[in-house]
C-alpha cells in the first residue's frame, strides 16, 4: 500500500516536473528532437562553398536533422574532400563517414550543388538511384548532364526525416542496403 502510493506520488512529480520543463522550454523541447550532424569541409579545396550549399539545401527540406559546419573543439560526423576522382561517399553509420566532390563529374559539366546535396543525401541514409529523371536527387549521373536540380524530392525528403525520427537510438538500428 505504502509502496503504491510512493509511486504514484513519484509519477505525479515527475509528469509535474516535465510538464514544467516543457513549458518553461518549448524551443529546447523542440529543438532535442533534431539531430545536428557536423561536417568539415576544410579538405573540400575550391569546392567548400559548393559543400556549404549542398548543406543549406537540406537544412531547408528536412526537419529532423541539421547540417552544420564543425566549429572548434567538435569532432565532425563527416568529412568531405575535393580530387580528380568521380563524386563518391563512404558510409560509415548513418550521418556518420566522408564523401569526395570529384572533379571528373565537375569538368564533365554536371552541376556541382546537385553533386553536392547528392553525396550528403548518402550520409543521410539514402542509396544511389539510377532511375535518370532529374527530378530524384539520387539519380546521380543517371540524369542528363544537363540537370540543375539540387533538390531533393519528397519521397526522398521523407525517407531522411524517417530515419532520424525520435532519438540517437533510432539512428542506431539503420541498416545500410
Not at 569526395?100 to 553536392?116: C, K
Amino acid at each position: 500500500m505504502v509502496l503504491r502510493r510512493l509511486s504514484a506520488l513519484c509519477a505525479a512529480f515527475a509528469l509535474l516536473l516535465g510538464g514544467m520543463l516543457v513549458a518553461a522550454h518549448p524551443a529546447q523541447a523542440a529543438q532535442a528532437a533534431v539531430r545536428v550532424l557536423y561536417y568539415d569541409a576544410s579538405a573540400a579545396q575550391e569546392f567548400v562553398s559548393v559543400v556549404h550549399q549542398g548543406a543549406q539545401i537540406w537544412n531547408a527540406r528536412v526537419t529532423n536533422v541539421q547540417l552544420q559546419p564543425v566549429t572548434a573543439g567538435r569532432t565532425p560526423n563527416i568529412r568531405v574532400y575535393a580530387d580528380n576522382g568521380w563524386p563518391r561517399a563512404y558510409v560509415n553509420s548513418l550521418g556518420n563517414g566522408r564523401w569526395y566532390m570529384g572533379r571528373e563529374a565537375t569538368g564533365q559539366g554536371y552541376y556541382q550543388p546537385r553533386i553536392a546535396a547528392h553525396e550528403f543525401g548518402h550520409l543521410l541514409g539514402l542509396p544511389d538511384r539510377r532511375t535518370g529523371l532529374c527530378t530524384d536527387l539520387m539519380s546521380g549521373s543517371s540524369a542528363p548532364v544537363s540537370c540543375r536540380n539540387p533538390n531533393p524530392n519528397s519521397t526522398e525528403i521523407a525517407q531522411v526525416n524517417a530515419a532520424f525520427a525520435g532519438s540517437l537510438a533510432t539512428a542506431g538500428r539503420y541498416v545500410w542496403k
